[in-house]
């Protein structure tokens, strides 16, 4: 889906001569921002049109640049910085007021910035299941991560059984394991891949903490940091967590969380509480 915000207009002090450096001048900008519908219906989770507008407004009135190229590209990359879920800007900054000796109605220049041509983010992932045949789901949840093509998975950890946290009634354990890998989608369309896999294999939702066919968490991606409705990260859990925690530190132990390395965080969960199982068949 498109999100287009048209008629963005500061002063700013942008051009190559002295006196536009001094005297300033209207800069108007529009953009276009490509996204994938929004998983809620709450403004977290897709852009918010006002805090665009105020980043616009801010990079015209602020740092003067000599070309309006410039102030695009500035501007497209900051929208792809500070919204995960764009997916592609594109930027057309007008210059109505430009010293040129002939008459016109408007100079303006288009950049487009995709995400898609950026380079690939780390993630860490965390599955479990604990109705069915939960070993045969999460090998087969493997592999379906294994052929999204925007995701490349790099290590598998064992297989671990630990007892459901935070649950109201009594169930079977889990089977837990942790993924990483390398992906080029934002967090937000990787959480709907995820949740499409999830689907896939029966996820259910009746109530909270209820028994699962699969789960999959997203632990961390790269150094996006995220705090909405539907998704926060890093997970602000993980490192409470175990069955996170034991898995991620057996084949990645010196990666951190903001508490700290994973090894160390890891370091004071028994055994019995989270009992490894071996590699996935």
Known sequence: MKITIT??????????????????????????????????DALPDTVDYSAVATVITALITGE????????????ADALLKQW??????TV??????????????????????RRDNGPSSDFVLSLGANLGDAQTTLRLAVDALSLVPEITVN???????????????????????????????????LLR???AIEAHFGRVRPYPHAPRTL??????????????DTLLLPHPRAHERGFVLVPW??????????????????????AAAVRRIGPLA
């Open 215 to 228: 789960d999959i968490d997203l632990i961390a991606m790269g150094n996006f940091v995220v705090h909405t």
């Open 64 to 75: 003067p640049v000599k070309l309006i190229e410039t102030l695009a590209a500035r501007i």
């Open 92 to 113: 057309t900054v007008h210059k109505p007021q430009a010293p040129v000796d002939a008459e016109f109605d408007d100079i303006r220049c288009t950049v487009t910035r």
């Open 193 to 195: 891949r995820l949740a």
């Open 155 to 189: 290590a598998v950890s064992d297989v671990y059984h630990t007892a459901p946290v935070e649950v109201p009634n009594a169930q079977p354990d889990y089977s837990n394991l942790v993924v990483t890998g390398q992906t080029t989608l934002d967090p937000f369309a």
């Open 84 to 89: 995960p879920a764009i997916r592609r800007a």
């Open 7 to 40: 008629g963005v207009g500061a002063i700013g002090f942008h051009g190559v001569l002295a006196h536009e450096r001094r005297d300033g001048q209207l800069f108007v900008v529009d953009v276009t921002l490509h996204v994938p519908a929004p998983i809620g």
């Open 249 to 270: 530190a057996q084949i990645a132990p010196d990666a951190t969380l903001p508490e700290g390395r994973v090894a160390d965080l890891a370091g004071p969960f028994d």
